[in-house]
């Protein structure tokens, strides 16, 4: 049997009194697109945090196929292959499009440098439909085009393991279809992608499978439909009858 | 690497006429004129070297004394043993292992505190150096007798501010410039997308170090006497940060705007009034800060890009 593509092992993170992810465990198989659901404050992005490595987790073990990466800084699991986006969209406001683009080409997983960087970041910007627009200052781009140029940077780096932290979120209808053919797309090149979403539309129309948490814990994982049908997911979001 | 494209090749070009330009010098002046290009391309080398590390992470240091003292010491000791060359060799190589043990230990703590310890680091070295002095020397300080001449120290200070020069231009083109680039901008996403970012300021850091301790080998000649106050002197620290800030450090030609017209008025102004040159300093560092936080270099960039802007507009109207 091969590795799961991603596997975390009972993650946890502590910070101080409050414990953000309590034990977690699950799986993605390669090529799989799994939503990372829950309502606000679920630990769904300290979650991401912990696979990128921008937190430590207290306890437990994540593994990219097969080889470990928790506690490792987050620059060496860029390398190994985890490229992600940031909830808040993060540009580098000196680069132009391109330069952005080509900051996740030269360091991480693919590292090319040069001529070669640069092609490979054109043809990113355009995949994603911003070509012609290469030189442009990035701080005076729309939001959705600011993600749209955080997405091509985070695909730069040819990731084996993509994590999307809410890259939907904010966008008005008509951008909002545009996103989801986009990763639409990704997902049937085979691309290995976490999304944590709130767009319950995207989850059902994009998502192999689903996972949910709620105050830290994993409450429910399995197809979408029979998981957003689940009882206690339900009362996770809205709630019991008796709050009602 | 990619070949140099037009822009770069032009600008290779003029580094080298200036060079060379600068060169002729100690031809036609022995006396005023260049002792006081002695100063200038000292102030240069170090301001310059100064901006590599703290231009792009934005980390202020004051520890170029600590290394300028060092470049100095490795002359100071070794001048009667070994050969020159090789103890500039010795004093590069010594900033460059200060810096990068203080790189290593302080690269985490960010801002004011970074300052602090920098500063402080320059003042230990000086005690140390002083204390080592008086427990297994006789003196405190040191002769240093050559048969360098001015000329000779002003053309070495030349040939370091052209290494430092073209050090910097090539780490511009090169994946650590990019990356120092993507830090400056944001450091999360630097770390994300798989850049060590340690170890490129650490990288950086040492480069600098060992510059601005060549540059105290090279005057340690010049001073014939060396003491622990005079080769670490904090004010050789305060000098660089004012002068770089002055002619700002986005650009590599930045510092040098600021150090020509400031070394040549600190020279007017340590002749004319010697006891006053503190309150200088104090007042020409309040304005730099208030007036011009980005440097010269910072007004000519905006005021150019507000020129491309009205043109833009003017452009826009007649269409």
């Known amino acids: ?244 | 690497m990619t070949g140099f494209n037009l822009e770069e090749t032009r600008n290779l070009a003029l580094g080298t006429l200036a060079v060379g330009v600068a060169a002729l010098l100690p031809v036609f002046d022995q006396g005023f004129y260049l002792a006081i290009c002695v100063n200038i391309m000292l102030y240069a080398a170090l301001c310059t070297a100064w901006s590599l590390f703290s231009g792009p992470t934005h980390l202020v240091s004051l520890a170029t004394a600590a290394f300028y003292g060092l470049g100095t010491y490795s002359v100071g000791l070794g001048i009667d043993t070994l050969p020159y060359p090789v103890l500039v060799a010795i004093a590069a190589a010594s900033g460059a292992v200060l810096a990068g043990l203080v790189g290593a230990m302080t690269l985490r703590i960010s801002g004011v505190y970074f300052v602090i310890f920098t500063f402080g680091l320059a003042e230990f070295v000086r005690q140390v150096v002083t204390w080592l002095q008086t427990k297994f020397a006789t003196a405190i300080g040191l002769y240093v007798f050559t048969d360098i001449t001015e000329s000779q120290i002003y053309w070495m200070l030349l040939a370091l501010t052209a290494a430092v020069f073209l050090t910097g231009f090539l780490i511009a083109r090169s994946t650590l410039g990019f990356a120092l680039q993507i830090i400056g901008n944001d450091e999360t996403v630097a770390r994300h997308v798989g850049i060590d970012t340690a170890r490129a300021k650490i990288v950086l850091f040492m480069i600098s170090g060992a510059f601005i301790a060549i540059a105290g080998a090279i005057m340690a000649p010049r001073y014939s006497y060396i003491e622990p106050p005079s080769a670490f002197n904090p004010m050789i620290s305060f000098l660089v940060v004012i002068m770089a800030l002055l002619g700002g450090t986005r650009r590599l030609w930045g510092p040098l705007v600021g150090v020509i017209p400031f070394t040549i008025m600190m020279d007017f102004v340590s002749s004319r009034f010697p006891n006053h040159t503190m309150i200088v300093v104090g007042l020409a560092f309040l304005v730099i800060v208030y007036l011009i936080p980005n440097g010269v270099t910072g007004l000519i960039e905006n005021a150019r890009a507000r020129m491309k802007g009205a043109d833009t507009v003017a452009r826009e109207k007649t269409a």
């Open chain 1, 1 to 244: 049997m091969t590795p799961a593509a991603l596997s975390v092992r009972s993650a946890r993170k502590r910070f101080g009194g409050l414990v953000a992810v309590n034990d977690v465990s699950f799986d993605l198989r390669p090529g799989e697109l799994l939503g990372l659901i829950g309502p606000n404050g679920s630990g769904k992005t300290t979650m991401l945090n912990l696979i990128s490595g921008a937190l430590k987790p207290t306890a437990g073990e994540i593994t990219l196929a097969g080889e470990r990466i928790s506690g490792l800084a987050p620059h060496r699991i860029a390398q190994r292959g985890v490229a992600r986006t940031f909830q808040l969209v993060r540009v580098l406001p000196g680069l132009d499009a391109l330069g952005n683009v080509m900051a996740g080409a030269v360091f991480g997983h693919s590292r090319a440098w040069g001529g070669e960087a640069r092609d490979m970041a054109a043809a990113l910007l355009s995949r994603v439909g911003l070509s012609g627009r290469e030189h442009m200052p990035v701080t005076a781009m729309t939001y959705i085009d600011q993600k749209r140029v955080e997405l091509a940077r985070a695909l730069a780096s040819d990731p084996r393991l993509l994590l999307l932290d809410e890259w939907l979120a904010g966008l008005n209808p008509s951008e909002l279809r545009i996103g989801i053919s986009l990763i639409d797309e990704l997902r049937r090149e085979g691309r290995t992608i976490v999304m944590v979403e709130h767009v319950m539309d995207a989850i059902r129309s994009l998502c192999d499978r689903c996972v949910v948490m709620s105050s830290g814990r994993l409450i429910a994982e399995g197809g979408v439909d029979e998981t957003l049908r689940d009882p206690e997911v339900i009362r996770a979001y809205l709630g019991d009858d008796d709050d009602a």
